[in-house]
Structures are given as structure tokens and as C-alpha cells.
T-cell receptor, first 113, second 117 residues
Framework: DAKTTQPPSMDCAEGRAANLPCNHS???????VYWYRQIHSQGPQYIIH???NNETNEMASLIITEDRKSSTLILPHATLRDTAVYYC??????????????FGKGITLSVRP | GAVVSQHPSRVICKSGTSVKIECRSL??????MFWYRQFPKKSLMLMAT?????????EQGVEKDKFLINHASLTLSTLTVTSAHPEDSSFYIC?????????????FGPGTRLTVT
């Protein structure tokens, strides 16, 4: 079972920041927070991950609360191409057969013109 | 970044026939690959873990005799849907984990849309 909860959907205006929340109140100390997204009829795409510090890359920023029970993915300037289902996933950092991901329902982000 | 391909991207078959889907890691080796299934408007559900040189590990409720997995090499895993039925119509996606410096990422193929008539 997924260990995260996300609102089912949200929308934002093109060019504005999109803030996608995620709750993971039962996260363990050795578990990371990962974000993936899936554009319609495509395979999921890795966005970002973090343990406890805030992270930023060319795609997004990840803000993790101090108690690590929730996080927010920020797309600073959303475009129409960012319309997708965004999945927040927690898991330990394993490799090989133990690195499987458990997907929840995700949040559908709709970016409007 | 690392690339995973799938073939075919779309297939239509008749009920009772078998369909093979290939998953390839193009520029890296993958001792493990994962197969997911996704029904319309649903999330991805893990079907099985494919292990190079050994038997696949199936998730609870997935019939191993119906969904045959062969991980023949470090860059190729195949999923064969045997005696397909309309309820097997779905979007099948494979993935492979990164290793070393890219171990945090999981690389997904573009998916295969299977329609059983």
C-alpha cells in the first residue's frame, strides 16, 4: 500500500507556481520522498527526491517539513506541458530487486492557459 | 539520462492468442526490471520483478503462468501475456532502477498499449 496521501487534483494558471502537497505521516527515518510524474499515455518520469533537506533541480523544488511528515513539490513556472499526474512516493534507498516503487493515486495537475 | 524502450508501443490481438512485450535498457545494464500494469484512470500496479538469470517474482494475485517473464540478458526483459482475454487489455509499463550515482532514479519505458478483442 502507498504510504502517502495526496489531493486528487488541482489546477493552476500557466506561468504561475504549482505547489503540490503530499502527506507521509508514517515515514521512517531511512525513507526518502520521491516525486514522479506521468503525462497521459506515457511512462512515469523521475522528478526529484529528498531525505530531509529541501532540494532543487532543473525541474522542480522539493520542500520537506522539519518533522518530515509532509512535503510540497513546487513547479516554479508551470507550463501546459506540466499537465500530468504527479506521484509522491516514500521508500528506502535500495538497489536492484528491492528498489520497486509503490504508486498511490497521485494528484492530477491541470495547467490552464 | 538512462533510456528504457518498449516494443511494441501498441498491439491489438484476438482473444486466446499470446502477445510478447519487450523491455530494453538502451545504455545501461539492468539486473532487475519491473513490470507494471495500468488500467484507464487508475494508478500503476506492480505485477512482477524480473531478475536476470533467475525466476521472476510475482506480486500477489498475478498469475505467473499467464504472464510469463523472461530476463534473458542484462538489457532485455520480456513479458508474454498468454491466452489473452479482453480483461487483459491494459497499459503495460516496464522500468529499471539506476545504480551507482543514479541509484535514486527509476527509468520507465514509454509503455505498451494492449487491446484484446
Amino acid at each position: 500500500d502507498a504510504k502517502t496521501t495526496q489531493p486528487p487534483s488541482m489546477d493552476c494558471a500557466e506561468g504561475r507556481a504549482a505547489n503540490l502537497p503530499c502527506n507521509h505521516s508514517t515515514i521512517s527515518g531511512n525513507e526518502y520522498v520521491y516525486w514522479y510524474r506521468q503525462i497521459h499515455s506515457q511512462g512515469p518520469q523521475y522528478i526529484i527526491h529528498g531525505l530531509k533537506n529541501n532540494e532543487t533541480n532543473e525541474m522542480a523544488s522539493l520542500i520537506i517539513t522539519e518533522d518530515r511528515k509532509s512535503s510540497t513539490l513546487i513547479l516554479p513556472h508551470a507550463t501546459l506541458r506540466d499537465t500530468a499526474v504527479y506521484y509522491c512516493i516514500v521508500r528506502s534507498t535500495y538497489t536492484g530487486a528491492n528498489s520497486k516503487l509503490t504508486f498511490g493515486k497521485g494528484i492530477t495537475l491541470s495547467v490552464r492557459p | 539520462g538512462a533510456v528504457v524502450s518498449q516494443h511494441p508501443s501498441r498491439v491489438i490481438c484476438k482473444s486466446g492468442t499470446s502477445v510478447k512485450i519487450e523491455c530494453r535498457s538502451l545504455d545501461f545494464q539492468a539486473t532487475t526490471m519491473f513490470w507494471y500494469r495500468q488500467f484507464p484512470k487508475k494508478s500503476l500496479m506492480l505485477m512482477a520483478t524480473s531478475n536476470e538469470g533467475s525466476k521472476a517474482t510475482y506480486e500477489q494475485g498475478v498469475e505467473k503462468d499467464k504472464f510469463l517473464i523472461n530476463h534473458a540478458s542484462l538489457t532485455l526483459s520480456t513479458l508474454t501475456v498468454t491466452s489473452a482475454h479482453p480483461e487483459d487489455s491494459s497499459f503495460y509499463i516496464c522500468s529499471a532502477p539506476g545504480s551507482g550515482g543514479i541509484r535514486h532514479e527509476q527509468y520507465f519505458g514509454p509503455g505498451t498499449r494492449l487491446t484484446v478483442t
